[in-house]
């Protein structure tokens, strides 16, 4: 089997436009995660009531289903958020310094 080509560009992004694009799209991510907590947070007010009442009156499986949701959805976040560490890292690497250059200044 031969190696692919990679077909020639008229632009390819420097290592800071890479890194910065990295880190905007990890900020998108850590917006997008805090919307879904802040989502979760207002089911469960509206579960549990302003003053914990409990509205609806839930059963206690009722309660268990809630509780195993969110905590479902916490599980998932937290190894979103683990992954976005690494991402984030991986762009720190394309800007750390490779002898007497700095790979991340701007280029002109």
Known sequence: ???PNIPEE???????????DLLKSIAMEETAL???????????QAFVGERLQFPSH????????IGNQTFKLLDVIVMKEWLLLRKLEAALE???PHGHEHHCEEEE
């Open 58 to 65: 839930p059963s206690t499986v009722e309660m268990m289903k």
């Open 34 to 44: 805090s919307h879904l907590m802040n989502a979760e947070a207002e089911k469960i």
């Open 94 to 96: 394309l800007c750390e």
């Open 1 to 3: 089997m031969s190696m």
């Open 10 to 20: 008229l632009h390819r992004p420097s290592r800071h436009e890479v890194a910065i």
